[in-house]
């Protein structure tokens, strides 16, 4: 019997994916274990085995390399030694035709009201002599739709029976508005975007499967969100002099040198455990709280900007978190950043210090309810003691905390960056743990 190689499920919420590269050739004899093909996900290029022994007979009409497809969709046979000669392809099959069958619904011309539930499914009412139809869409792709302003229950989904997809969600949202037929209106009332002209000095270039996440995510956050962002200007002093000294003796005995993500890591861990309330997340009508800091650091790579997380970070020594930072750091700049390494974080940092900016607005990474920017570390002359009139020089960084308002109120956020900021102050406080 040949088996099946479909395009694999990264990650619980990945919906979509693109074959990368085919490592074997077609026609080629593959052992089980055998790296067989690398997927494209949402952020992470990932190197897939092979479930079994075979010689590997690429689907003709399948998939071509970077093209977004469905999850489980096929693309391709392990024919056994037995089968190969007499081994035929399915009649037909083609990307849009090679999943299950047995999941197929027709879709009749219905009315475009539906019952929805809380899953993402509705039954729409249709003629009296025909079945009701379940329309499915993925929980991201409602999220998007309700964002945007777009009526998922009119569009006709392009993944497995139909299922509506994020990029179904994102072409009506970008189509011209058309007046539905059903409703009777006229065709006069159409609107358009006239096209504008393109000059010629241009340069295009796709849209790689990572931007097009990164701009689906932001956009989503942008249009479901309610963002505030505290900024606050910290002594970073003490916090400078401890790296020093953690630099010298990692010099010594050949230890790993925290970043000041690191450390700022490790501060909002703890901070996080003190108001809970910002280690949050809204799914449906109930929010969530975790009762661990998984911590996501931006880094900035040739594909996009990526969040590795770091999980359990409470529990984890100083040491521990800068060792697994620089892991998680050299595999996303390298490209072989496994999809589960991206998933879970509860809370993110994203430092733009190193490139002289002082503050900023970033934009929270959904389904969390914050996100902290951190600023470049300057040397400033503040004033110590006011009676005394006594100047110093000390080391000054803005933190920037942009909270969702939907879930957190403005005292709470308060309190929470003024406590990271009194933690990056007396970096003692946290290095002797509870």
Known sequence: MAYEVTLPRLGWDMEEGSLAVWIKKDGEFV??????????????????????????????????????????TLLGFLVPENERDSFVFPGGVSASTSMATADRVTNPVVDLRAAITSEGEGVLPVAEDAKPR????????????????????????SGRAGRIMAADVEKAATAPLVAPKL?????????????????ESVTRQPMSQTRKKIAEHMATSAHTVAPVTLTAEIDATEL???????????????????????????????????????NAQIVGDEILYSNTAHIAVAVDTERGLLVPVLRDVQAKSLRQVAREAAALIEKT??????????????????????????????IINLPQCAILGVGQIIAKQVVTDAELEMVEIRQRMVLSLTFDHRLVDGAQAARFLQRIKRLAERPYVWLVGS
């Open 183 to 199: 409703a009777g209106i006229a065709s006069s009332l159409t609107t358009s975007i006239p096209p504008q002209a393109i000059p």
């Open 333 to 362: 700049r390298q490209g072989t950043i496994a999809y589960a390494d991206l998933q879970g974080a509860t809370f993110t940092i994203t430092n733009l210090g190193m490139f002289e900016i002082e503050a900023f607005t970033p």
């Open 134 to 157: 379940r329309v499915y869409i993925s929980p991201y792709a409602k999220r998007l739709a309700q964002g945007l302003g777009v009526d998922w229950q009119s569009l006709k989904g």
């Open 31 to 72: 052992k089980s274990g055998e790296l067989l093909f690398t997927v494209e996900g949402d952020k992470a290029v990932q190197e897939i085995e092979a479930l079994d022994t075979g010689y590997l007979r690429i689907l003709p009409d399948g998939p071509q390399p970077g093209v977004k497809v469905p999850v489980g």
């Open 240 to 278: 400078v002099g401890l790296r020093k000294q953690l630099k010298a003796d990692a010099a010594l005995g050949g230890l790993p040198l925290p970043s000041y993500n690191d450390m700022l890591a490790k501060i909002v861990a703890q901070a996080l455990l003190e108001h809970p309330h910002m």
